[in-house]
């Protein structure tokens, strides 16, 4: 079972940045990927950006070119870098992991483990 802690939200100026960081625990050997996902008020979740153990990352667009994931795996951290914060990134930014599963008829991964989340607020 993998747990994840995130850390490093807070409160910001529009225009400054914020690093938040997730301490990953137990069994990742299955990980596909990890990521940071975020839910700002009156919205659903969203991805916001990924990183698989290769180093290959995504991002929404919108924040594309302000933020950047990377991680250590010496310390099973994950980090997101954020900068140029805007009000629309104020939420809850929650660490994830996907894992592989196995079914009969092959395998594929699914975000199975979440952080308690951490809070971003921009003002």
């Known amino acids: 079972h993998v747990q994840l802690v995130e850390s490093g939200g807070g409160p910001v100026e529009a225009g400054g940045s914020l690093r938040l960081s997730c301490v990953a625990s137990?069994?990742?050997?299955?990980?596909?990927?990890l990521g940071w996902y975020r839910q700002s008020p009156g919205k659903e979740r969203e991805k916001v950006s990924t990183?698989?153990?290769?180093?290959?990352?995504t991002y929404t667009d919108s924040m594309k070119g302000r933020f950047t994931i990377s991680q250590d795996n010496a310390k099973n951290t994950l980090y997101l870098q954020m900068n140029s914060l805007k009000t629309e990134d104020t939420g809850v930014y929650y660490c994830?992991?996907?894992?592989?599963?196995?079914?009969?008829?092959?395998?594929?991964?699914?975000?199975?483990?979440w952080g308690q989340g951490t809070q971003v607020t921009v003002s």
């Open positions: 990183i698989r153990r290769d180093g290959a990352t």
């Open positions: 137990g069994d990742s050997n299955n990980d596909c990927r």
């Open positions: 994830a992991a996907e894992v592989e599963r196995s079914e009969y008829w092959g395998s594929y991964c699914s975000w199975a483990h």
